[in-house]
C-alpha cells in the first residue's frame, strides 16, 4: 500500500493523529495501570475506584507524548529515515510538519501532568514521585539534554516506567499505599514491555549503529540480544509461576500460560532470525506488542478471579 503524502485528501488530521500517536501500542500502558488498580480488590480498607480512570487516563496520554518526542528526536537526528522500522512514519513521509508533533507531545505531558496533579490531591507526595519519574522519563528518551535512549538505557527504564512506575501507580490512586506485592506483580509486565523494545532494538541494530544510536542490542551483539529477548519473555512467565508458588499471587494467575504459544512462535522466529537482516525480525516488535497485551489481559482476569473467588 502506498503511503499517503502530506494533503492527500483520502487522510484527516484524525486519522494522522492516531498514526502519530501508535495509539495501537496504548494497550502497554493502559494494561499495567488497570492491573495494580484491580490488585487491589483483595487489599483491606478503603478504595477509592473513581480514581483509577483518571490513572489509565494519565498514564495513556503520558505513552501518547513519549511516543511523539520519540518521534520527533529520532527524526531531527537522522534516526528514522525511509528504509528505517519502528516509528509511526508521519516524519519521514511528510504527513505532518515537526512542529506539530512536538507541540503535539507538549499538550500530552501537560494533559498528564495535570491529570497528576488531581490524583496528587488525593494522594499526596508518593503519587507526586511517580508523576516527576513518569514525565522526566518519558521525555528524556530521546529528548535533550539526555535522550537516555541513545546510551542502551533504554531497555532498562522502559522496563522500570511502564513496568513497576505504572503498575503500582494504578495501585496507589486506588489504595493510597504501597505493598511489596504489588512491585513483585509489575516485574513480568515489566518483562514483556522491555522485550517489546529489545525486539525493535535487535531487528534495528545496523541501522542504528549508521546512526550513531547506541542500544543494548549493539552492546549485547546478535547472540547477546537474542538472549535478553528470550530471557525477558520467559522470565515472564517464570516470575508469575513462582509468584504463584511463593502464594504471593492467587493461582488464577497462571492463566498467563495460556499464551505461551505465542510467546513460544515469537521466540522461534527471534532464534531464526539472521544478523543484521532486518527483515527476519519486521514485524517482531508488533508481534512482541501482541504478546504483552494478550499475557497482560489473562493476568489482570487471573488477578480479578483470585480476589473475587
Known amino acids: ?36 488498580g484491580l490488585f487491589a480488590l483483595g487489599a483491606e480498607g478503603a478504595k477509592a475506584w473513581y480514581l483509577l480512570p483518571l490513572a489509565v487516563v494519565g498514564g495513556l496520554v503520558l505513552h ?15 534516526v528514522d529515515r525511509d528504509c528505517s522500522y519502528g516509528s509511526s512514519g508521519i516524519l519521514v513521509a511528510g504527513l505532518l ?10 499538550v500530552a505531558f501537560g494533559l498528564a501532568a495535570a491529570l497528576g496533579v488531581v490524583l496528587i490531591a488525593y494522594r499526596g507526595w508518593s503519587m507526586a514521585a511517580l508523576g516527576i519519574i513518569g514525565l522526566a522519563g518519558g521525555y528524556l528518551y530521546t529528548g535533550r539534554p539526555v535522550g ?24 496507589l490512586a486506588v489504595t493510597g499505599v504501597y505493598r511489596h506485592e504489588v512491585l513483585l506483580l509489575s516485574l513480568p509486565v515489566g518483562c514483556l514491555v522491555a522485550a517489546i523494545l529489545a525486539a ?15 542500544t543494548l542490542a549493539r552492546v549485547l551483539g546478535p547472540r547477546g540480544g537474542r538472549a535478553e529477548y528470550i530471557t525477558l519473555v520467559v522470565g515472564a512467565y517464570a516470575i508469575v509461576v513462582g509468584l504463584v508458588i511463593a502464594r504471593v499471587l492467587s493461582p488464577w494467575t497462571l492463566v498467563v500460560l495460556v499464551s505461551a504459544p505465542l510467546a513460544l512462535k515469537n521466540l522461534r522466529t527471534v532464534l531464526a532470525s539472521r544478523p543484521g537482516e532486518a527483515e527476519d525480525l519486521a514485524t517482531a516488535d508488533v508481534t512482541t506488542a501482541q504478546v ?18
Open 1 to 36: 500500500m502506498p503511503v499517503a503524502k502530506a494533503g492527500d485528501p483520502q487522510r484527516s488530521r484524525v486519522s494522522l493523529w492516531i498514526q502519530a500517536v501508535r495509539a495501537f501500542s496504548f494497550t502497554a500502558s493502559v494494561i499495567p495501570v488497570l492491573i495494580g
Open 64 to 78: 501518547a507524548g513519549t511516543n511523539l518526542i520519540n518521534d520527533y528526536y529520532d527524526y531531527k537526528n537522522g
Open 97 to 106: 510538519p515537526p512542529r506539530a508533533i512536538f507541540g503535539g507531545a507538549l
Open 148 to 171: 537516555y535512549k541513545y546510551f542502551a538505557l533504554g531497555d532498562l527504564l522502559v522496563f522500570v516506567l511502564m513496568g513497576p512506575l505504572m503498575v503500582i501507580g494504578g495501585y
Open 200 to 214: 525493535n532494538n535487535l531487528r534495528d541494530v545496523v541501522h542504528d549503529s549508521e546512526a550513531n544510536v547506541t
Open 292 to 309: 504483552h497485551m494478550v499475557f497482560g489481559l489473562l493476568l489482570l482476569l487471573g488477578t480479578i478471579l483470585g480476589a473475587t473467588l
